[in-house]
């Protein structure tokens, strides 16, 4: 009867840890489950790892059929399970250890902004602008707001000769800005010290349209649009030699 074990890997974590208190070690974790053909976890199995340049190994027995070995150097290593009754299992050049996957999130509420009218009838009184006057909300409801009518632009009149503008100070808000950026990042380690870095990194994963202000010039054209927005998309690879 032939008796072969198959080793199945949950994951290969993969995250470069700092573990030492004055200078930065990279460590990984091997976690996994060792199962037969029928997909049935094998209890008492002997998982031995043997790295390819140093020749050193490190066992563990695992009582259930999972396993996890921890503070594993980076490198490229020998896997090897044996269990009674079963044929070795063996694979060779499984790579440990230095990925790293690193993000950012930025949600901000649209910035205030300031609202004037192209005509500033008060300039010879030393005024730098002029406010218009406020006669309704001029805050659009999100179902309604587009890049050509952001706000509600008839909310606003002319401030004559003499007078102030009611306009508060900030009455509109500009576009919310959504944002993740994500990086994968995998170091190859040769030698204590040294390690070639490849990095995968995507800005604005979720491809939002990263919005500018709309106009707020009173009288002016395009009043209450937005005719601008930042990068879509980018993704971007670099390669780097660390020593």
Known sequence: MRLISYLTFCSLIILAL??????????????????????????????????????????????DGSFIMTNLK????????????????????????GWELAGVIQLQSGMPLAVTQVTNFNAFAGFGTQRPNLVADPNLPSSERTTARFFDTSA???????TIGNSSRNPVHGPQYRNADIALIKRTYFGENRNIEFRAEVFNVTNTPPLSAPATIAGAAGFGSITSAGDPRVLQFGLKLNF
Request: hydrophobic share 40%.
């Open 156 to 162: 606003f009149t002319t401030a004559p000769q003499f």
């Open 74 to 97: 980076p490198g490229i290593y020998n896997v090897a399970v044996e269990a009674d009754g079963f044929k070795q299992s063996l694979r060779k050049g499984t790579i440990l250890g």
């Open 18 to 63: 700092a573990v030492a208190a004055h200078s930065q070690v990279a460590k990984s974790d091997l976690i996994g489950e060792v199962r037969d053909q029928n997909d049935a976890l094998v209890p008492n199995a002997k998982v031995s790892l043997t790295e390819v340049a140093t020749g050193q190994t490190s066992s563990k027995v695992s009582p």
